[in-house]
């Protein structure tokens, strides 16, 4: 962390992606987008006619699963672009187009689901089993389910031409938190002046200096705070599309709504909160140990990420941090082993942070693109684990594309959690397994435990608000910033405990969180993370057997509803005995780091 952000055009290549794969250039971009113009019209001449034979049907799966295919690929390299550098309007404008051209698509392609589900059940029947629909009977069974939420024709043509403004809210939060919002620079521990970040908060956080921490706390939510007005309009206008959404397809609520396509009962999302609030009391003890070990009689919001093992301290080069995850990965095999050195040795990643870059890190790509990496690599050990993250996300979907023909290839958020943090749970046994010194094992059990704190409890708490903002606009409360954060700041006081003495701009979270604009994604994140816990552990405990059938869940892709397939591979979330397993885990490794720490 010195002095201000490099430009783009500063960083070194080898760290940065190389989209020429997807196209060569921004010219041949522009040459495939004005070829694709049209792309609908050869649809259209099988409208009023999909209930005639079973080859019009195929037809119409085939040739909109290819124009889908087509159009991602668009868009994949206009966002990648994008993300690099988010004031760049060449880029901007890129992907308006493009969003654009999908929304005209979807509103002229609207008639094909209404069609289908008015053709008669007998005479869908007789073509699902015929041989031109294979390819496509899982697809014809999750169009036919939707039955109960689909509207007319013109209807559903309508709700297609508004998905562009209504994505509005999501747009220009993206906007205004990664291009427009500046941070003003704060003095790191020598007192020199560092630019504050999103990418570098954690790491100010992390600092061992109390004033340096409790500065980037204050600096960054002051400036959150001066925007909270338009925050708080953002976030209330994506709620209400959300349940806009639900209210027009006859669902019985917005978090039904979300759940819907993954086949998956309200029960599961509703037993997540109610079994993490059962092991409150064991978070609030992990809470009270690193009060104890900081020295704090009470501690705050900004002491929450700081290392407790005062004689560690992890700072991790690039290279180093590619070792360690292509290491820590051998357990799944050399297939696997195989494809990670390709994302190293391919430009698969763009490492560092720059100016207008996107914050945080993802993974993202389409068919007939690479399983691309984003990162804002700092030299934490977080930034280690968030590689093997997002690492196991990339390798999801090489194994998945590799298997699957593109109509089912897409995998559900809820398998992909389960994918990224199952490489975290390797990264962590490789280290405890690496270092031998006692003071860097209890770095690490601190380590699990906050990837716990932050995966699990903080993920849940997030689930929970997620519920309760849109309960409120189900009931006509208007989310205005003041009920946004009274409503947060208590939430979080019910998660920390009483120990900690919460400054009262964390109740100003909720305005820089940019989950909240997924529609009930975090919950994902805590469900894939106990699931990765008894995952790992059936890997490393040697047997090909469980290393095959985690292959397997990879390469099964969107080809059956998500809880099936994780419960092929070993583990049933419908259940809460996996949560539960895993915050026994986290029960047990508190003890291990009081033990370690003599406290």
């Known amino acids: ?67 889908e295919r087509e159009v991602s690929k668009l868009y994949v390299y206009a966002h990648l672009r994008s993300d690099e550098d988010t004031t760049n309007t060449r880029y ?178 509703d037993n997540l909160i109610a079994t993490v609030h059962d092991y409150l009391p064991d978070f609030y003890r992990y809470v009270d140990l690193r009060c104890r070990m900081l020295g704090l009689d009470k501690p705050d919001m900004f002491d929450m990420y700081v290392p407790i093992v005062p004689e560690v301290h992890f700072e991790v080069e690039y290279e180093e941090a590619c070792r360690w995850v292509t290491e820590a990965l051998r357990p799944l095999g050399d297939e696997y082993g195989a494809v990670v050195r390709r994302v190293f040795t391919e430009r698969w990643i763009d490492v560092l942070e720059c100016r207008g870059k996107r914050s945080g890190a993802y993974s993202s790509g389409c068919y007939d693109s690479k399983p691309y990496i984003l990162l804002n690599y700092q030299g934490t050990l977080d930034h280690v684990f968030t590689l093997a993250h997002e690492m196991g996300h990339s390798l999801h979907s090489y194994f998945s594309d590799e298997a699957q023909p593109h109509i089912y290839a897409q995998y559900s958020i809820v398998a992909a959690e389960v994918a990224s943090t199952t490489n975290e749970a390797l990264l962590h046994h490789y280290l405890m397994e690496k270092f031998t010194d006692p003071h860097r094992k209890a770095y690490l059990l601190n380590h699990l435990c906050d990837g716990f704190k932050g995966t699990v409890f903080r993920q849940t708490m997030f689930a929970e608000f997620e519920k309760m903002i849109h309960d409120k606009a189900e009931h006509g409360i208007p989310l205005t910033p003041d009920e946004l954060s009274e409503s947060y700041y208590q939430l979080n006081s019910r998660y920390y405990g009483p120990a900690v003495d919460a400054h009262r701009h964390i109740a100003l979270e909720w305005a820089r969180i940019p989950h909240f604009y997924y529609n009930f994604y975090v919950y994902k994140y805590a469900t894939g993370f106990a699931a990765a816990q008894a995952l790992a552990a059936g890997i490393l405990d040697g047997s090909s057997e469980n290393v095959d059938r985690y292959l397997s869940f990879l390469r099964a892709g969107g080809s059956r509803f998500p809880l099936d397939i994780l419960a092929q591979a070993g583990v049933d979330l419908r259940d809460s005995q996996p949560v539960r397993a895993a915050l026994e885990i986290f029960r047990q490794t508190v003890a291990e780091l009081g033990a370690a720490l003599g406290a």
């Open 92 to 269: 901007m404008g890129m992907q308006d187009r493009v969003r654009s051209r999908m929304v005209q698509v979807g509103a002229a392609l609207a008639w094909i689901e209404p069609e289908i589900m008015a053709i008669d059940e007998a005479t869908i029947e007789r073509f699902r089993h015929e041989d031109v629909m294979a390819p496509y009977r899982w697809a014809l069974t999750l169009v036919l389910r939707k039955k109960p939420h689909t509207l007319s024709e013109s209807e559903e043509r309508l709700l297609s031409m508004a998905a562009e403004p209504l994505g509005t809210p999501a747009k220009t939060f993206s906007l205004l938190n990664n291009a427009d919002l500046r941070f003003p620079e704060i003095s790191d521990e020598q007192g020199q002046p560092v630019e504050l970040t999103h990418g570098n908060y954690i790491k100010f956080l992390e600092n061992r200096d109390r004033s340096v921490r409790q500065h980037a706390f204050l600096t960054l939510y002051e400036t959150y705070g001066r925007v909270k007005n338009t925050l708080a309009s953002l976030l209330d206008g994506n709620v209400k599309k959300h349940v806009f959404h639900a209210r027009v397809r006859r669902h019985g609520s917005a978090l039904q709504a979300a759940l819907f396509d993954d086949h998956i009962d309200q029960q599961v999302y």
């Open 1 to 67: 962390m010195t002095g201000k952000q490099k430009k783009r055009d500063e960083l070194p290549a080898e760290l940065t992606w190389d989209l020429t794969p997807l196209y060569s250039s921004d010219a041949a971009w522009e040459q495939a987008f004005q070829v694709f113009a049209g792309r609908e019209e050869k649809v259209l001449v099988l409208k009023g006619r999909l209930g005639s034979s079973a080859e019009n049907l195929a037809a119409a799966f085939r040739w909109s699963d290819e124009i």
